[in-house]
């Protein structure tokens, strides 16, 4: 008999765990949720082969229920939805909750990886057993299964070739909001802060000129139906993907099941991120061949573009020093991962 797990109904749920037996009998069913959408490749290189992984690893004794594209909520209510327990595993991006978890876009700043898997394993140690385990993730009670740190962003336009820094001024592009914000300011461009989901409507309607986006997710929101210019050259920040758990839910599973799930999230990581850098080459040729160019920026532009980035770093952590969070803390713990031989190899 498959039973569920959640906060509905803690007693039950309590005597549920303390006498679950680990056979398919008597399975355990999990929520997930999340706001991509049908077939996103992060859905495919990410959530469902630690899914997967979990259920094999329990003998069948784990398994979920997914629901993509929204149907239980916005990308911005997941934090809420997963705390509040009407899910049990929600896709937690900390910029779409940047007031609860301003320290992680730490992961998102401008010019500071180069790979998916440099920012992946860096925030990785950080967000499970550093800095933002304790200061972000402890504190809004949620535990961190798996995550990807998106390779470097690029700036996709509809209209306008981007070549010198006269190209990019004033330009209203989409962001994440926070670091992201910066990021576009400091190039005299003006920040749209929307989710992903919401993209294509703007840009269709011209209320946008471009966007802050991974090569990947252009193609899964259809947004190649509508740029025709990409950077090349730049980094312009990231974004992190990242499921989480409720704490309490967590805090009732049998220790077999943690052991399980920590296993499973401990090996898709550096599976996950080597799969997201290795896609992009193929998806780069396809957007070529879907008639978008790929501009490598000038490297005069290039220059007084990174000089301008240079400071988004310091600028966003002493304006959250300011407010009393760990900000320049979490920047050099996360710069000194980001440098460590164990990270990336």
Same mark, same amino acid.
């Given at each position: ?78 934090? #809420?939805? !997963?705390?509040? *327990? ?8 900390? &910029? $779409?909750?940047? @007031? =609860? ?103 269709? #309607?011209? !209320?946008?000129? *471009? ?8 193609? &899964? $929101?259809?947004? @190649? =139906? ?120």
């Amino acid at each position: 008999m498959k039973k569920t797990l959640g906060l509905a109904g803690p007693v039950v749920a309590l005597s549920l765990v303390g006498s679950l037996a680990m056979t398919p009998a008597q399975s355990l069913e999990l929520k997930v949720a999340d706001s991509f959408p049908a077939g996103h490749y992060l859905v495919r290189l990410v959530l469902k082969p630690w899914m997967d992984d979990v259920t094999k690893r329990t003998n069948g004794a784990v398994t979920f229920t997914y629901y993509p594209n929204q149907q239980i909520g916005k990308a911005a209510d997941m934090l #809420r939805l !997963t705390q509040s *327990g009407v899910i049990d595993i929600g896709y937690i991006a900390p &910029s $779409y909750a940047s @007031d =609860k978890m301003p320290l992680s876009e730490v992961a998102q700043l401008p010019e500071a990886f180069q790979t998916s898997c440099q920012g992946t394993l860096a925030y990785w140690k950080s967000a499970r057993e550093g800095i933002l385990a304790k200061q972000e993730y402890a504190p809004n009670k949620i535990r961190l299964l798996m995550e990807v740190v998106l390779p470097p962003y690029q700036v996709f336009t509809v209209k306008q070739k981007i070549e010198s820094m006269k190209d990019i001024g004033g330009l209203k592009l989409r962001t994440t909001g926070g670091a992201q914000d910066l990021t576009v300011r400091a190039l005299d461009a003006v920040p749209v802060r929307m989710s992903a989901p919401d993209a294509y409507e703007s840009l269709s #309607r011209g !209320t946008m000129d *471009g966007l802050l986006f991974p090569m990947e997710s252009v193609i &899964s $929101y259809g947004l @190649d =139906k509508l740029v025709k210019h990409a950077t090349d050259g730049v980094s312009f920040g990231s974004f992190i993907v990242a499921f989480s758990i409720n704490q309490s839910v967590w805090d009732r599973l049998p220790d077999d099941v943690k052991k399980a799930m920590d296993a499973a999230s401990e090996a898709i990581e550096p599976q996950a991120c080597a799969e997201v850098d290795k896609e992009q080459e193929g998806t780069r040729k396809h957007m070529q061949e879907s008639g978008i160019s790929f501009e490598a920026i000038p490297e005069a532009t290039r220059q007084q573009m990174k000089e301008k980035l240079k400071g988004v770093g310091k600028e966003w952590a002493a304006g959250l020093d300011s407010r009393g969070k760990q900000a320049s803390a979490a920047l050099k713990e996360f710069e000194t991962l980001l440098a460590s031989g164990a990270v990336g190899k």
